[in-house]
């Protein structure tokens, strides 16, 4: 079941109340606008009335390390197949375009056995906050004309629910494939460590090559050098 809404606080919130009451597996949230979207590390999401696409999931499903890797993976097919662009993946939840953001994925846990997925979108925004123009985009921007909103939404709700059962070796074999960040990148990690990415460990998480060896990175904004 899809529930729309024109406008909401956190759709992952409301996710995870839907979640509570019993709502199955697969239900999504989806609004026009937030007035309180969440991104990773407490941060806010930029969430425009009406032109961006935001969602969130219920996913029934064992937490996985790789799980928001494999709905990265999904968002982008959703993203190039619908738009024809070609998108990138920035370990481990960034999608981009043109080196810019255009959409982002983060996974909390709402109760045990049940996680929310949430997806956030930039399709039609034809401009963003000055503090952003240099760091997101969106498909609405990049391709030159209005997006099919529609089309985006259910193409991104049947990958997230067919990536989301990938396990964790076939999830890492996608992303290093389909990630330029995942080997010969020269990043920063919080603006502190820099190193050049060697790809991902078992787990999924970002080897990175330092000046001192190999440093594992589990969490942090990777941004290019």
């Given amino acids: 079941?899809?529930?729309?809404?024109?406008?909401?606080?956190?759709?992952?919130?409301?996710?995870?109340?839907?979640?509570?009451?019993?709502?199955?597996?697969?239900t999504a949230v989806v609004a026009e606008e937030?007035?309180?979207?969440?991104?990773?590390h407490g941060h806010s999401w930029h969430s425009e009335p009406g032109d961006g696409l935001y969602l969130s999931?219920?996913?029934?499903?064992?937490p996985v390390p790789t799980l928001t890797m494999a709905l990265g993976l999904a968002v982008q097919r959703a993203i190039d197949d619908v738009a024809q662009v070609?998108?990138?993946?920035?370990?481990?939840?960034?999608?981009?375009?043109?080196?810019r953001k255009v959409a982002g994925v983060?996974?909390?846990?709402?109760?045990?056995?049940?996680?929310?997925?949430?997806?956030?979108?930039?399709?039609?925004?034809?401009?963003?906050?000055?503090?952003?123009?240099?760091?997101?985009t969106s498909l609405r921007i990049e391709t030159g004309h209005t997006q099919d909103k529609e089309a985006l939404l259910q193409r991104t709700?049947?990958?997230?629910?067919?990536?989301?059962?990938?396990?964790?070796?076939?999830?890492?074999?996608r992303f290093e494939l389909h990630s330029t960040y995942a080997n010969g990148k020269a990043v920063v990690v919080d603006e502190q460590?820099?190193?050049?990415?060697?790809?991902?460990d078992e787990n999924g998480?970002?080897?990175?090559?330092?000046?001192?060896?190999?440093?594992?990175?589990m969490a942090g904004g990777v941004r290019p050098i």
Wanted: hydrophobic fraction near 45%; glycine fraction near 10%.
């Fill in 34 to 40: 937030q007035t309180d979207g969440i991104g990773r």
């Fill in 106 to 136: 983060m996974v909390q846990a709402a109760e045990p056995g049940v996680l929310i997925a949430g997806i956030g979108i930039n399709v039609n925004h034809s401009a963003f906050p000055h503090e952003l123009a240099e760091i997101a």
């Fill in 86 to 99: 070609a998108t990138d993946l920035r370990w481990p939840n960034d999608v981009m375009l043109n080196g």
């Fill in 205 to 217: 998480f970002l080897r990175l090559q330092t000046p001192c060896g190999i440093k594992l990175i």
């Fill in 1 to 26: 079941m899809i529930y729309r809404l024109a406008t909401t606080g956190s759709t992952m919130n409301d996710a995870a109340a839907l979640a509570k009451q019993g709502e199955p597996h697969g």
């Fill in 57 to 62: 999931i219920i996913l029934r499903l064992p």
């Fill in 157 to 173: 709700l049947a990958e997230c629910l067919r990536h989301a059962r990938l396990d964790k070796a076939e999830t890492i074999r």
């Fill in 193 to 200: 460590v820099r190193g050049v990415t060697a790809g991902l």
